[in-house]
């Protein structure tokens, strides 16, 4: 493992590096928080798929793109003296150390549930804080994680199912409910009542433990693995997919299935 001083020499040479391609580099001295806000997203979600992956060093290197974004910003900061990287360590830290009583104060937490309940709860004390439960969810975020976040804090402060196996029961009355909407014909309700046949699978997904994100993501991979082998028999038997019967791509997707793709 490298030691403590090889780290800061490493980080510094990066505030460096940052600091004169801000300087030299056409391309970098143009950009501006709004120009990078969409690389951003894009190079989180990257990291996100290296670790769904297990990919050691494409984790690596996509912490790196995470990590330039974040001393870009901090670049830009001290370039208006709005703020610079010792101020985003600074509000990190004393943030860390506020909202970690049972390490830092005289707080007792003997589980992770109370160190997250307690962690939500600090988060609406703070001056600068959230002022309603809800409002720290961001807006931008992707529809299936807003829904686990948004019902995970309503959870934090009482709002739940006081058994899990309750929830079924409301998986099954939206489900009801998007049934009678499909025979009804109503396109728009049927929108409305799938929305919360969703929310409440994702509720579900999240009494039992189940992050809905991972979960959506590893059926899509399974699914492309095995429509990737049904369309590459077709191709060999010198098939295409539209010529093929669903009873005959049924053959090669149960062949996938036995293979454990």
Known sequence: M????????????????????????????KQTFQSLRCNIIEEVYELTEAIMRN?????????????LHIVFYAQIGSETNDFNMKDVCDKLCDKLIFRH?????NTETNTPEEV?????????????????????????????IKAYRIQDKAANVGFDWSDPAQVWNKVREELQEVEDEVV?????????????LLFSIVNAARLYHVNPEN?????NQKFIRR????????????????????????IFWNEAKKQGL
């Open 55 to 67: 990919d050691k060093s494409d984790i690596v290197k996509e912490l790196g793109d995470v990590l």
């Open 184 to 196: 009804a014909g109503n396109s728009d309700a049927i929108e409305a009542e799938i929305g919360d």
């Open 227 to 250: 429509f990737n082998y049904l369309e590459q028999k077709t191709i060999k038997q010198g098939k295409d997919l539209h010529q093929m019967s669903l009873e005959e791509m049924d």
């Open 215 to 219: 979960a959506i993501e590893r059926t």
């Open 116 to 144: 997250k309940q307690n962690w939500e709860n600090l988060k609406l004390k703070e001056k600068d804080g959230n002022k309603s439960v809800l409002s720290g969810v961001p807006a931008t975020l992707p529809a299936l």
């Open 2 to 29: 490298h030691t403590r001083e090889e780290v800061l020499a490493s980080f510094s040479r990066l505030l460096d590096v940052m600091t004169e391609l801000r300087q030299k580099c056409p391309w970098d001295k």
């Open 101 to 105: 009583p049972h390490i830092y104060g």
